[in-house]
């Protein structure tokens, strides 16, 4: 048998490995097992090696290096086995330690890690006490998926709001998608989406940890007429809406018509819902927040206090404050139909898009310091 130093005499070998060290004059880790392998092999005294470097996928010389190795063996080493070096034990025993990487290659946890991350830091540069807790497990309602209604959404996410019901019976138009950043020329296609299926799947490929639901559904509004056909389906949509305000903790009112706030006004007063009205009007906007229902000072608002006269109604709140008004305190009478008959002129409601977006963030901001006030 001829060894490897008789076959090579007269021969310089260089044994080359791959070195993921960056330190410039030290080789890598994988040298050490090379040198046991050459020795344990070939039984060599004296080792020439080469530590093969890359640079961005690319050979770089100038970081590879090129050194010689005196092995000094042990007689008899073959048969001991060595101490184990770098083995961190795993409770105390010296057995492999398991890590998920799961969190660090999932898209879907990667954006609501980076998401919490940026609240967290919005919390430490500005607003020590923001409660993100409670501001994802709050449940906002919002009744309009339009200009108002897309703005919101977003914003509300953008404050760590998980949960969202949206609430339309529209449909996609052409000319939404450059106002309404939801929608695409796509959902515009065959007639149009309807608005609130559509916003709730731009949301969830925005977001995808966002709880997003959207309910087609007609609101019932003063001022246009039913025929008797449709009584039953309008109390029905009657109930159902009563039912969603109900699940939520927070309304926003964000139709595009006032007699469409009408009923929305009234069940949100009735539940004590935190509620915000966002309205553009033709150069100008509105962002206000509902005052308690008339019923916020008692105890139970339940059936003792529906059977009550308005002769018990009081101004005031449980402190003995004035309470706060709604969108139509200031009106003599109740809305009424303001979409028929319109020119062309009065059917162009936005003439400044720009607005959408600040009557929105208004909205959302003013909501989270509702959350955050001691009173509510």
């Known amino acids: 048998m001829v060894t490897?130093?008789?076959?090579?005499?007269?021969?310089?070998?260089?044994?080359?490995?791959?070195d993921p060290c960056h330190l410039p004059n030290n080789p890598g880790w994988p040298l050490r097992n090379l040198l046991a392998l050459i020795s344990a092999r070939w039984n060599l005294k004296s080792v020439q090696f080469f530590c093969y470097r890359e640079n961005r996928g690319f050979a770089d010389m100038s970081l590879s290096l090129v050194g010689e190795a005196l092995l000094t063996v042990p007689q008899g080493w073959k048969d001991v086995v060595p101490n184990a070096v770098g083995w961190e034990l795993n409770k105390g025993r010296k057995v492999p330690r398991c890590i998920s990487l799961a969190q660090s290659m999932d898209p879907t946890r990667l954006a609501v890690s980076a998401a919490d991350l940026n609240l967290k830091l919005m919390r430490w540069r500005a607003l020590p006490s923001l409660d993100l807790s409670a501001l994802s497990s709050l449940k906002c309602l919002l009744l309009g998926a339009g200009t108002l209604g897309c703005q919101v959404a977003r914003m509300l996410m953008a404050w760590g709001?998980?949960?969202?019901?949206?609430?339309?019976?529209?449909?996609?138009?052409?000319?939404?998608?450059?106002?309404?950043?939801?929608?695409?020329?796509?959902?515009?296609?065959?007639?149009?989406?309807?608005?609130?299926t559509a916003a709730v799947e731009s949301l969830k490929r925005i977001f995808p940890a966002v709880e997003a639901e959207g309910i087609v559904m007609a609101i019932p509004m003063p001022g246009h007429p039913v025929n008797s056909q449709e009584q039953e389906n309008v109390l029905d949509d009657c109930r159902r809406l009563r039912d969603l305000i109900d699940a939520h903790d927070a309304v926003f009112l964000l139709t595009d018509t006032r007699e469409s706030r009408w009923?929305?006004?009234?069940?949100?007063?009735?539940?004590?819902?935190?509620t915000m009205t966002a309205a553009l009007g033709f150069e100008s906007f509105l962002v206000m927040r509902h005052g308690a229902g008339p019923f916020s000072s008692a105890c139970d608002s339940s059936a003792e206090t529906a059977s009550s006269s308005s002769a018990d109604l009081s101004v005031n709140d449980a402190n003995g404050k004035h309470r706060l008004?709604?969108?139509?305190?200031?009106?003599?009478?109740?809305?009424?139909?303001?979409?028929?008959?319109?020119?062309?002129?009065?059917?162009?409601?936005?003439t400044r898009p720009g607005l959408a977006p600040i009557a929105s963030a208004l909205a959302v901001e003013l909501l989270v310091g509702i959350l955050h006030h001691p009173q509510g």
Do not use: H, W
Request: hydrophobic share 35%.
């Open 161 to 196: 709001v998980r949960k969202i019901t949206l609430v339309d019976n529209g449909r996609v138009a052409m000319s939404n998608p450059l106002r309404q950043s939801l929608y695409t020329l796509d959902n515009c296609l065959n007639g149009g989406e309807f608005k609130a």
């Open 325 to 350: 008004g709604c969108y139509f305190c200031n009106d003599v009478v109740a809305p009424t139909d303001s979409t028929s008959n319109r020119t062309l002129d009065q059917q162009c409601t936005v």
């Open 4 to 18: 490897l130093s008789e076959e090579m005499e007269g021969f310089e070998i260089l044994f080359g490995f791959y």
């Open 263 to 274: 009923l929305p006004t009234l069940l949100c007063a009735n539940a004590i819902k935190i």
